[in-house]
């Protein structure tokens, strides 16, 4: 299985929590499976989707919000768990799609493919850190805690086009969705 | 006025709700202020450009957002300014404390702060350097207005001088 159906399952789960999407072709994949107005597509700033999820998860806290990010990404922006962890906004639940490789420039490997990123998590002090096969992703979205979750997936692009919405647009119409 | 009072005052004016930082020994007391106002949302962070993407998505939730660092932060942060803020027309305030200016004790702030104009410049952002506390309340209190306006952040940089 790769990313694309990873988003398909997680998708499943998703009602009407905001979504922060990793650039490249998470955003664009998430755009083909299920476009809606809470969709927030990042276009640039590789590494910072769970920033962005956490601000807005600061900002929102009534809100659920769900961030799909990559590992790759995930390298790029480490502080951030850091981060995340020290402020646990109850309403944010961070899943990495983790497929070992810098999917959206040719499937390069990253580093992940050498460590366990839950276990980092839970070092950190994530009480909800999962893979996510052994959990249901609703209930840690609800939970008290920020969550933490890996889902391991093969390398692989679908063939999912380039999204045709402006970044204005994307922004609006998110903002207005709130 | 005093220097770190005025910047708080401009804050409050311009409504600013929501601050990320990276700490500067020149912020300090304006840290602390921002701590203790119940009406700021405060995130220390790691990294500035982390904090670049929290007050992006802290401004997605209706948010008004500053982050207060040094102007080495600056350069942590500029393509999450280009390619995240100005891309997506995110307004945000950045008050740097810049080092590197006439005054400066530690060499290793210099090139850095001498390049910080240019490096605005460059990225075609507007900017100001206020001389009096009464110049940085000004600049400060109409610089969020700015920044919407111009769909861009906007910076006070803040020289050894002026403290």
């Known amino acids: 299985m790769a990313r694309y159906e990873a988003i398909q399952k997680i998708m499943e789960s998703i009602d009407d929590e905001l979504i922060v999407c990793n650039i490249g072709f998470p955003s664009r994949e998430l755009y083909e499976i299920c476009d809606r107005s809470e969709n927030f597509y990042m ?135 709130i | 006025m005093d220097s770190t009072q005025a910047i708080y005052d401009g804050l409050k ?30 995130i220390p962070v790691t990294r500035e450009e982390e904090g670049i993407g929290i007050c992006a998505g802290a401004y997605l939730g209706g948010k008004r957002t500053a982050i207060l660092m040094q102007n080495s932060g600056l350069g942590n942060s500029i393509n999450a300014l280009k390619s995240l803020m100005e891309l997506y027309e995110f307004p945000l305030l950045m008050i740097m404390s810049h080092r590197g200016t006439e005054g400066e004790s530690i060499c290793g702030q ?32 109409h610089a969020w207005e700015q920044s919407e306006d111009e769909g861009k952040p906007v910076s006070i940089l803040l020289e050894i001088s002026y403290w």
């Open chain 2, 13 to 42: 004016d311009a409504e600013v709700d929501f601050i990320v930082s990276v700490p500067c020994v020149n912020l300090s007391k304006l840290l602390d202020m921002v701590d203790e106002d119940s009406e700021i949302t405060h």
């Open chain 2, 110 to 141: 210099v090139p850095m702060g001498e390049s910080t104009p240019k490096i605005l410049e460059g990225m075609d952002f507007s900017y100001f350097t206020p001389a009096t506390p009464d110049e940085a309340y000004d600049n400060v209190r």
């Open chain 1, 43 to 177: 276009i640039g700033s590789m590494g910072l989707a769970s920033s962005i999820g956490l601000g807005l998860a600061v900002a929102k806290p009534r809100k659920d919000v769900v961030v799909i990010d990559g590992d790759g990404s995930l390298l790029m922006n480490m502080g951030s768990l850091v981060t995340v962890f020290a402020n646990n906004p109850s309403n944010l639940t961070w899943i990495v799609i983790d497929n070992g490789a810098y999917g959206s420039t040719g499937n390069q490997d990253t580093y992940a493919q050498k460590i366990n990123l839950v276990d980092v998590a839970k070092g950190i002090g994530f009480k909800n850190s999962f893979n996510f096969d052994d959990i249901d992703l609703k209930d840690v979205i609800r939970s008290d805690d920020a969550g933490f979750i890996v889902y391991e997936t093969e390398p692989g692009n679908s063939s999912a086009p380039i999204i045709d919405l402006d970044p204005i647009t994307i922004k609006e119409r998110f903002m207005s969705s």
